[in-house]
């Protein structure tokens, strides 16, 4: 594997991957929606890493046409053998509460945009005649609901699913397909990056901290190198144990505070 895309790669998650991938000696492209400078701190940390990298714009609010990018930055760089779908977004709205305009927001980018940059991406690969691999970053919401969180579930789950779909019918061209489910991750999503994690406390989650945004890189880089060839159609949690917790931490519960997101 020698070329790979991850969506928005501009911090957190996306960020860290990229990284991770250009030092297992992949060139990355790196798409952003909001935030272009950081984008291009990630090109730099790339470049550092000694391989090559390249940006684009991409907005899944404006789909079908801004999957394009995805084709751009495959051009650019030669080719395309991963696609890592990280780009997400979500909400804090009660289920009653909730607007049309947002869920269609949240499902665009968390569902139709993966859906459609993996259609782009794997008939690329299929094309090059050499496999590929595609990861789906979805969240322990695949599994799992949260109040609060009623389209950015929906969507997960869907990605959850779609995964296994993708994983039957593209195995026949060698594409693997796996969805990596973090839990709590320090990064911007949960206003927290560049905390040092181990100082963080989390009584509820049996490792007692929240996850660290390169520890998911890693998951994600195993399943996008040589060794995971025979992995495929799975959801790989990476969440310190937090969804163990269901019914021991229900029983433990002592107000009614769940119920607002």
């Known amino acids: 594997m020698t070329v790979a895309v991850v969506t928005g790669a501009d911090s957190g998650i996306g960020r860290a991957t990229a990284v991770r991938l250009a030092e297992s000696g992949m060139d990355v492209g790196i798409t952003w929606n909001t935030d272009e400078e950081g984008a291009r701190r990630t090109a730099d940390e790339v470049r550092a890493a000694g391989r090559t990298a390249a940006v684009a714009r991409l907005d ?8 394009q990018a995805v084709d751009a930055l ?3 760089l030669g080719g395309l053998d991963v696609l890592v779908n990280n780009a997400g977004t979500g909400t804090s709205t009660p289920f009653l509460d909730i607007d049309h305009a947002t869920v269609r927001t949240v499902l665009d980018v968390d569902l139709g945009g993966p859906f459609l940059c993996s259609q782009h991406a794997a008939r690329r690969m299929i094309a090059q005649g050499r496999g590929g691999r595609i990861v789906n970053v979805t969240s322990v919401h695949e599994h799992q609901p949260k109040v609060g969180a009623a389209p950015y579930c929906a969507a997960k789950g869907g990605l959850g699913l779609l995964t296994q779909v993708m994983a039957l019918e593209l195995a026949e061209h060698g594409i693997t397909v796996n969805a990596v489910a973090p839990g709590e991750i320090a990064t911007p999503m949960t206003g927290q990056e560049d905390r040092d994690v181990r100082r963080e406390e989390r009584p509820g989650i049996p490792l007692g901290r929240p996850g660290d945004a390169r520890e998911i890189a890693a998951v994600i880089a195993f399943l996008a190198g040589p060794d995971a060839s025979y992995a495929t159609g799975a959801s790989w949690v990476v969440d310190g144990g937090m ?17 607002r997101p």
């Open 60 to 67: 899944l609010t404006a789909l079908p046409d801004a999957v």
């Open 243 to 259: 969804l163990r917790m269901g019914p021991q931490a229900g029983s433990r519960l002592t107000s009614g505070d769940w119920r």
């Open 74 to 76: 495959a051009d650019g």
